[in-house]
């Protein structure tokens, strides 16, 4: 039986066939949930996260409580996650958009990350 869930999933794991994370260019991965979206830089040769950010993040808890809508709260965690990764000396990342369409709220976070100084 096919389902949103099991279509997602088919297109995630054909995106990860060809996108893979290295420690000099780490895969900056999506998961987007109802109410929230959170954004890790993952490296796929260790198999560690780098870093993450999320709308639960105590940075911008101020931030995502003032705007409106989801397209602008993940743009905030976008910004979040490029000045993490900038702390880190990270400025190059794959994009993994995780099976969703590069539309919406997955797409404000890849703007808010380049805008924040991080180049895909």
Known sequence: MKTKLNNRQRVKLRIQKKVSGTPERPRL????????IYA???????GSTLTSASTL???IQNEVKSSEG????????GSLIAK????????NVVFDRGGYRY????KA???GAREGGLKF
Do not use: F, M, P
Not at 40 to 46: K, P
Not at 70 to 77: H, L
């Open 57 to 59: 993040s105590k940075e």
């Open 70 to 77: 989801k397209v602008a709260k993940s743009k905030i965690v």
């Open 29 to 36: 991965a999506v998961y987007r949930s109802l109410n929230h």
């Open 84 to 91: 993490k990764a900038i702390e880190k000396k990270i400025t």
């Open 103 to 106: 539309h919406g709220r997955v």
């Open 40 to 46: 890790q830089l993952v490296d796929d040769s260790t």
């Open 109 to 111: 976070i890849a703007d």
